[in-house]
C-alpha cells in the first residue's frame, strides 16, 4: 500500500453516515429557533393589537400574508444556497410577484382613499423605527440560519449570508405584524420590504466573512 493510500484510508476511517434529510431538519431547527425567538423578543418589547380579533382588517391579512410569503421563498431558498452552486432564481420570481401583488394593492388603498389620508397610510405612526424594528426581531433567526449555513456547504459566502438575512427579516417582519398597529397598504410595501432587504444586506456583509471558506 502507499502513503497515499494510507493516507486516504485514515482520513475515511472515523467517517459515520449521514442521516437522511438531515440538511432539512437542521434548517427546521434553525427556522424554529428564530421564529421563538422573535416571538419572545416582541412579548418582552411590546403589547399585542388590542384589535387583533378583527381579522377582516385588510392591512393585517396583507402584511400577516406577505410576510409569511417572502419568509417561506427564503426558506426554501436557504436550503438551496446550503448547497454548492445552490441556485435562488425561483425565490427571485416569488418575492418580485409578492411585491408586485402588495404595490398594486397600495395603488388601489390610495385609490380609493381621500388625499388627506396619504400621510398616515405611507408614513403612518412608525415609519421611522419600523424596519428596524424588523432587523432587530430577526436577530435570533439570523444567528440560527449563519449556525445552519456553517455546517452546510455554501460556496458563495455574500449570496447566502443575504438570503439568510433576509429569511430572518422575513421571520421579523411576520412576527412584528403580529402587534402592528399600521393599516396603510403603501406603508407595508414601502417599509416592511425596506426591513427585510436591510436585513439581507447585513447578512450579505456578515456572510462574506463568517462563510468564506
Sequence with gaps: MTKNDEFIEALVSDLTPVRPHALRMRL????????????????????FRPHLHHVTVAAFWVKFLYTVILMSATVVALERVARPEGSIGRMVQVLALAFGVVVLLAIVQLGLSPASSYPGLIIGFSASFC??????????????NMWFLRRAAPTRPALA???????????????????????????????????ILLSGVVGSLVGKVSLRW
Aim: aromatic share 14%.
Design 131 to 144: 424596519p428596524f424594528l424588523i432587523v432587530a426581531f430577526g436577530i435570533p433567526s439570523f444567528c440560527a
Design 28 to 47: 427546521a431547527l434553525a427556522i424554529v429557533v428564530g421564529v421563538v425567538g422573535a416571538a419572545v423578543a416582541l412579548l418582552i418589547s411590546l403589547t
Design 161 to 195: 449570508g443575504f438570503v439568510a438575512g433576509a429569511c430572518a427579516g422575513g421571520v421579523g417582519g411576520w412576527v412584528y405584524s403580529w402587534a402592528c398597529v399600521e393599516n396603510g397598504i403603501p406603508f407595508i410595501a414601502i417599509w416592511y420590504t425596506l426591513g
